[in-house]
C-alpha cells in the first residue's frame, strides 16, 4: 500500500473516531441539560411500571417548621437572610428600603412597620405573622398573599425555611415563645389532613349529589366536602377575599351593612341558613334546617342550587376545592366571634 493510501485511510479512521466521541460527548450533555428536576415536594411520582401517576386533587400542602424551630440553625438563617437585604431592614429602628423593616415581624400584625405601604395583599390579611404563617409566606410569597408587591421567588427548602423564622424570631426585644408541643401537634394534623386532600381523586361526575327529599332534611355535603374542610386551617383568607369580590354584585360582606340582591353574608358562618333578620330568602332557604357549618358551606359553594333545590341563588359556584377553601377561610373572618377552625 502507497504511502498516500495509508494516509487517506488514517484520515478516514481519525474521523470515524473523532465523531464517535463528538457524539458520545454530546449525548451525555444533552442527558444532563434534559435531566428533569423534582421538586423537594413532589405530590405523586410514577410508579415503576412505568405508567403516569394521578394528578392530586388540590395543591400539594407545604410542610410545617414548628417541630423544628427549637433546633434550628439561627446562623444560617441569618447567613440565608443576607438575600434580603436588598429589599429590608433587620435592625431595630433601622428605615424602611423597598421593603419593610423586619425587626418584631414575629407575632406582629401582617402590616407591621408603621408608616410603611404595603399592598392591600398583605394589610388585609387580619391574623398575626405566627410561625405557619410565615412559612407559607416564605415558600411561595405570592401565592401566600396574591398581589403582594414581594418579588423574591421563596425558599422550597423545608430546613432553610425553619433556620430563617428562627433567625427572625431573634429580632425581638421579648422573643416570642416557641410553639408547645400541641401547636406542633396541630399543625403537622393540619399538614396530614391537607395531604390526604390533595392526594384524593377529584368527586365523579356521574356521583352527583342527592337532591334534598320532601322532609326537607339537609342536603348532604359533596363527595369533597370534607376535602374542603381539611383545607380550610392552612387557606389564605386575602386570597378568599379576592376570589369573593365575584360576589360582591349580590351581596355585601361588612357589619352591619344593608342587603342588595341577596344577604349581607357578615356573621353567616355557624349561623343558620336564613341568617339574615327581616331578608326575604326562598321558601327551599328557609325550609332548610341545620346551620352554615364548614361542609354545607363547600357543598353549597361548589354548587348552589345542587346543595338547596328551588334557592334564588343564580351563581354557577367554584368547582376548586382550594378556592372554596379560601373563600370559607376569609368569610369565617366576618364574625365578631370567629367560629374555631375546624
Same mark, same amino acid.
Given at each position: 500500500?502507497?504511502?498516500?493510501?495509508?494516509?487517506?485511510?488514517?484520515?478516514?479512521?481519525?474521523?470515524?473516531?473523532?465523531?464517535?466521541?463528538? /457524539?458520545?460527548?454530546? #449525548? %451525555?450533555?444533552? &442527558?444532563?441539560?434534559?435531566? !428533569?428536576?423534582?421538586? =423537594?415536594?413532589?405530590? +405523586?411520582? $410514577?410508579?415503576?411500571?412505568?405508567?403516569?401517576?394521578?394528578?392530586?386533587?388540590?395543591?400539594?400542602?407545604?410542610?410545617?417548621?414548628?417541630?423544628?424551630?427549637?433546633?434550628?440553625?439561627?446562623?444560617?438563617?441569618?447567613?440565608?437572610?443576607?438575600?434580603?437585604?436588598?429589599?429590608?431592614?433587620?435592625?431595630?429602628?433601622?428605615?424602611?428600603?423597598?421593603?419593610?423593616?423586619?425587626?418584631?415581624?414575629?407575632?406582629?400584625?401582617?402590616?407591621?412597620?408603621?408608616?410603611?405601604?404595603?399592598?392591600?395583599?398583605?394589610?388585609?390579611?387580619?391574623?398575626?405573622?405566627?410561625?405557619?404563617?410565615?412559612?407559607?409566606?416564605?415558600?411561595?410569597?405570592? /401565592?401566600?398573599?396574591? #398581589? %403582594?408587591?414581594? &418579588?423574591?421567588?421563596?425558599? !422550597?427548602?423545608?430546613? =432553610?425555611?425553619?433556620? +430563617?423564622? $428562627?433567625?427572625?424570631?431573634?429580632?425581638?426585644?421579648?422573643?416570642?415563645?416557641?410553639?408547645?408541643?400541641?401547636?406542633?401537634?396541630?399543625?403537622?394534623?393540619?399538614?396530614?389532613?391537607?395531604?390526604?386532600?390533595?392526594?384524593?381523586?377529584?368527586?365523579?361526575?356521574?356521583?352527583?349529589?342527592?337532591?334534598?327529599?320532601?322532609?326537607?332534611?339537609?342536603?348532604?355535603?359533596?363527595?369533597?366536602?370534607?376535602?374542603?374542610?381539611?383545607?380550610?386551617?392552612?387557606?389564605?383568607?386575602?386570597?378568599?377575599?379576592?376570589?369573593?369580590?365575584?360576589?360582591?354584585?349580590?351581596?355585601?360582606?361588612?357589619?352591619?351593612?344593608?342587603?342588595?340582591?341577596?344577604?349581607?353574608?357578615? #356573621?353567616?358562618?355557624?349561623?343558620?341558613?336564613?341568617?339574615?333578620?327581616?331578608?326575604?330568602?326562598?321558601?327551599?332557604?328557609?325550609?332548610?334546617?341545620?346551620?352554615?357549618?364548614?361542609?354545607?358551606?363547600?357543598?353549597?359553594?361548589?354548587?348552589?342550587?345542587?346543595?338547596?333545590?328551588?334557592?334564588?341563588?343564580?351563581?354557577?359556584?367554584?368547582?376548586?376545592?382550594?378556592?372554596?377553601?379560601?373563600?370559607?377561610?376569609?368569610?369565617?373572618?366576618?364574625?365578631?366571634?370567629?367560629?374555631?377552625?375546624?
Amino acid at each position: 500500500m502507497s504511502s498516500s493510501s495509508s494516509l487517506e485511510l488514517n484520515k478516514i479512521v481519525g474521523a470515524i473516531l473523532v465523531a464517535g466521541i463528538v /457524539a458520545m460527548v454530546t #449525548g %451525555t450533555l444533552a &442527558g444532563m441539560l434534559v435531566k !428533569p428536576h423534582h421538586a =423537594e415536594h413532589e405530590a +405523586v411520582s $410514577a410508579g415503576e411500571g412505568g405508567g403516569g401517576a394521578a394528578k392530586p386533587a388540590g395543591p400539594a400542602p407545604i410542610e410545617p417548621i414548628s417541630g423544628l424551630l427549637a433546633n434550628a440553625d439561627v446562623a444560617k438563617g441569618q447567613d440565608i437572610a443576607k438575600k434580603c437585604l436588598t429589599c429590608h431592614s433587620f435592625g431595630k429602628g433601622e428605615p424602611a428600603k423597598v421593603g419593610p423593616n423586619l425587626y418584631g415581624i414575629v407575632g406582629n400584625k401582617h402590616g407591621h412597620m408603621e408608616g410603611f405601604s404595603y399592598s392591600t395583599a398583605i394589610s388585609s390579611i387580619n391574623k398575626p405573622w405566627g410561625y405557619e404563617e410565615l412559612n407559607h409566606f416564605l415558600f411561595n410569597p405570592k /401565592a401566600y398573599a396574591p #398581589g %403582594t408587591k414581594m &418579588g423574591f421567588a421563596g425558599l !422550597p427548602k423545608t430546613d =432553610e425555611r425553619a433556620d +430563617v423564622i $428562627a433567625y427572625l424570631r431573634t429580632l425581638a426585644d421579648a422573643p416570642v415563645a416557641l410553639p408547645t408541643q400541641e401547636e406542633i401537634d396541630a399543625a403537622n394534623k393540619a399538614y396530614e389532613d391537607a395531604k390526604a386532600a390533595a392526594a384524593a381523586p377529584p368527586p365523579s361526575s356521574s356521583s352527583a349529589a342527592p337532591a334534598a327529599s320532601t322532609t326537607q332534611e339537609a342536603a348532604a355535603p359533596a363527595d369533597d366536602s370534607a376535602a374542603v374542610v381539611a383545607l380550610i386551617a392552612s387557606a389564605d383568607p386575602a386570597k378568599g377575599q379576592e376570589i369573593a369580590k365575584k360576589c360582591a354584585v349580590c351581596h355585601s360582606f361588612g357589619q352591619g351593612e344593608p342587603a342588595k340582591v341577596g344577604p349581607n353574608l357578615y #356573621g353567616i358562618v355557624g349561623n343558620k341558613h336564613a341568617h339574615m333578620e327581616g331578608f326575604s330568602y326562598s321558601e327551599a332557604m328557609k325550609n332548610t334546617p341545620g346551620t352554615w357549618d364548614y361542609a354545607h358551606l363547600a357543598h353549597f359553594l361548589l354548587n348552589p342550587k345542587d346543595a338547596v333545590p328551588g334557592t334564588k341563588m343564580a351563581f354557577a359556584g367554584l368547582k376548586k376545592p382550594e378556592d372554596r377553601a379560601a373563600v370559607i377561610a376569609y368569610l369565617r373572618t366576618l364574625s365578631d366571634n370567629p367560629v374555631p377552625l375546624p
